[in-house]
C-alpha cells in the first residue's frame, strides 16, 4: 500500500495492458486515484482490471487505437477530467537494427514498415495523447512519459531511437506546458522482471543473467517503476520538470569493461 494520496484524481494510464503499465494501474488505484487504462488489447485490457480489482481496487480500460488522432479526440470528449498522463505504450521487437535494411531478408518495404510500427507505438502514442490531452489537464497537472535506458545505448536499434525520442519529447513538452504549471517528466525503466524478460525465473540460467542486469544483483520490478511514477506526480516532485528518472538499479552508470578488466587483472 503507498502512501501517496491521489483521491479525486483521474489518471490515464497507455498501455495499461501490459505488465508495467499494469502494475503503474494498480499503484495509482491504490492510492485513491480513478484509473482509466488504454490499449488495443481489449482481452490483455481486461486481464489487467480484473487483476486490480482482485487487489482490492478498481479501474476500467477503454480500448483506443493510440497511434489515431481522431480515436483519442473522440475517447478524450468522453472524458470529464483528467489530472495525470502516463504514456506507457510502447513495443520492442526482436531485431535490433536500424539501418541494416536487408538482414534476414528484409525488403524496403519492410524496412519502411518497421519504422511506422516502432514510431506508432514508442513514440506518436505519446506525442498525440500529451498534445490532445494537454487542454483537459488543469494547472498542476502531469505527464509522465516511459521509457528505457535504450534510449542511450547503441544496441537497440529503432526501439532506442525512439525511446530517445520519447524522453527529448519530454523536454520539449516540459518547456511548452510550463505555463501551465503542468509537468512532464520521464521514467527510464532498465532490466524489469516480468514474464516476457524472464520467462523461467527457477531456471539457473536465466537466475544467473538477471543478477547481471544492475548493480544490486537483481532485475526490478515493474511497482518499483510505478512508485517512480508515484513519486513524479505527486506534491513531492512539485519543482521537477522536463527530467529523465532512470531506474535501472545503477546499471546505465557503469562501464561494464571495466568488470572484466578488473577479472582479468585478479586472475593475473
Not at 68 to 94: H, K, R
Not at 167 to 190: D, F, M, W, Y
Not at 192 to 212: G, K, M
Amino acid at each position: 500500500m503507498t502512501n501517496f494520496d491521489f483521491k479525486d484524481r483521474t489518471c490515464i494510464v497507455t498501455g495499461g495492458n501490459g505488465y508495467i503499465g499494469r502494475a503503474i494501474g494498480l499503484a495509482f488505484a491504490q492510492a485513491g486515484a480513478d484509473v482509466i487504462l488504454l490499449g488495443r488489447n481489449e482481452s490483455k485490457g481486461a486481464e489487467s482490471v480484473r487483476l486490480i480489482k482482485q487487489a482490492g481496487f478498481s479501474a476500467r480500460f477503454e480500448p483506443v487505437d493510440l497511434s489515431d488522432a481522431a480515436a483519442i479526440e473522440t475517447f478524450l470528449t468522453s472524458l470529464n477530467q483528467l489530472d495525470i498522463l502516463i504514456n506507457c505504450a510502447g513495443a520492442g521487437e526482436s531485431r535490433g537494427g536500424s539501418v541494416n535494411i536487408f538482414v534476414d531478408g528484409q525488403s524496403q518495404d519492410d524496412v519502411e514498415q518497421r519504422w511506422t510500427d516502432m514510431t506508432n507505438s514508442n513514440l506518436k502514442s505519446a506525442y498525440l495523447m500529451s498534445s490532445l490531452a494537454a487542454e483537459k489537464l488543469p494547472t498542476g497537472g502531469s505527464v509522465i512519459n516511459i521509457t528505457s535506458t535504450a534510449s542511450i545505448h547503441g544496441n537497440y536499434g529503432l526501439y532506442g531511437t525512439m525511446k530517445a525520442g520519447a524522453e527529448g519529447l519530454t523536454r520539449s513538452l516540459a518547456h511548452e506546458l510550463a505555463g501551465k504549471n503542468i509537468r512532464v517528466n520521464a521514467v527510464s525503466p532498465g532490466w524489469i522482471q516480468t514474464p516476457n524478460t524472464l520467462p523461467n525465473a527457477d531456471d539457473p540460467a536465466q537466475q544467473a543473467w538477471a543478477a547481471e542486469t544492475s548493480l544490486l544483483g537483481r532485475m526490478g520490478r515493474p511497482e518499483e517503476v510505478a512508485n517512480a511514477c508515484l513519486f513524479l506526480a505527486s506534491p513531492l516532485a512539485s519543482f521537477i520538470t522536463g527530467e529523465t528518472l532512470r531506474v535501472d538499479g545503477g546499471l546505465t552508470i557503469i562501464d561494464p569493461t571495466t568488470t572484466s578488466w578488473r577479472k582479468m587483472r585478479k586472475s593475473e
